[in-house]
C-alpha cells in the first residue's frame, strides 16, 4: 500500500510523466484520424493530419515530448498500410 501512495505522489510531483504520456496518445488520436478520413481524402497530403498533432504535444509538452511524438509520426507514417510503397520515399 505504501509502494502504491509513493507513486501516485510521485505521477502527481512529475509533470513531465503526463507530458511524455500526451505524445503517444496525440499519435494514436492523429493517426485514427486519418484512417477514418481516407474516404474523403484520398490520397491528397497524406501526412498533414500529424503537423496540427505535433503543435499540440510540443506547445503542451515542450521539446522532449515534441521530439518524441515526430519519431512516433515517422513510424506511423511508414507502418501505414493504406499508403503505396511509392508514396513513402
Do not use: N
Not at 3 to 15: E, G, P, T, Y
Not at 27 to 52: E, H, K, M, N, Q
Amino acid at each position: 500500500m505504501r509502494i502504491l501512495s509513493a507513486f501516485k505522489h510521485w505521477l502527481f510531483v512529475r509533470q513531465e510523466v503526463h507530458c511524455y504520456a500526451l505524445a503517444p496518445a496525440v499519435v494514436a488520436i492523429a493517426f485514427l484520424a486519418r484512417l477514418a478520413l481516407t474516404p474523403i481524402l484520398g490520397d491528397a497530403s497524406p501526412y498533414l493530419i500529424f503537423v496540427p498533432a505535433d503543435l499540440v504535444a510540443g506547445g503542451l509538452g515542450g521539446l522532449g515530448p515534441g521530439l518524441l511524438l515526430a519519431g512516433l509520426q515517422s513510424v506511423a507514417a511508414v507502418s501505414d498500410p493504406d499508403q503505396p510503397a511509392a508514396s513513402r520515399t
